[in-house]
């Protein structure tokens, strides 16, 4: 007999919850294990229960779905994400994206969508809703041009790419250190190679390349 996938969905409001998992319930091979209505339980959950997949709002109170993932990360927690949310904004989607996750799905459309995408996730694909999936062809696109247009940027390692990609977010070495579980000293020897590649000079060169790039980073 297969072994039923274990989800855990978190959302504030109590009747989109419950719909949400009567729909899921249908399937015979997916076990709802627990329920939150806020991040801050949703993370408890997650570390007592060890679900397979979490089916988060991204706007939640105590922490968004955002600040949810990001502390998962911090607490080296390995979990397949899904996000939910009312609102159809390219900038959301990216951020989700980039904080990994593997779905993606807008809330009118989740009841015919909730259970293909728990499915396809769990099967290590990504599932975006479709009405918003020329948002992925647009990043890929932007990535690919940019690559292109920039000298350099190919020859950047994984883990250097999403240094640039947090510089290009504001933030500071000491901050990426403790996103990405790296020793300061780690992030600023990315940084210098990063500079060496792209040809950067001077001591701002790099913030301001990443800032002016951010939605080709993105």
Sequence with gaps: ??????????????????????VIEEDAGLLIVGEAGNGLVALKQI????PDIAVLDIDMPQLS?????????????SIKIVFLTMYRDEDLFNEALSLGA????????AATE???????????????????STYLIRRSERMAAFSQE????????????????????????????????????????????ICQ??????SHALVKFALEHKSQLS
């Design 1 to 22: 007999m297969e072994d039923k996938l274990r989800v855990l969905i978190a959302d504030d409001h109590p009747i989109f919850r419950r719909g949400l998992r009567e």
């Design 47 to 50: 570390e007592q229960l060890k």
């Design 65 to 77: 779905g955002f600040e949810l993932v990001k502390e998962l990360h911090r607490k080296n927690l």
């Design 102 to 109: 593997r779905g993606y799905v807008l809330k009118d459309s």
């Design 114 to 132: 909730a259970v293909a995408c728990i499915r396809a996730v769990a099967s290590g694909q990504h599932y975006i809703s479709p009405v918003i």
């Design 150 to 193: 920039t000298t350099g940027l190919s020859a950047l390692t994984p883990a250097e790419l999403r240094v640039l990609k947090l510089i290009a977010t504001n933030k500071t070495s000491r901050e990426i250190a403790a996103e990405l579980f790296l020793s300061y000293r780690t992030v600023e020897n990315h940084r210098a190679n």
């Design 197 to 202: 590649k792209l040809c950067l000079r001077g």
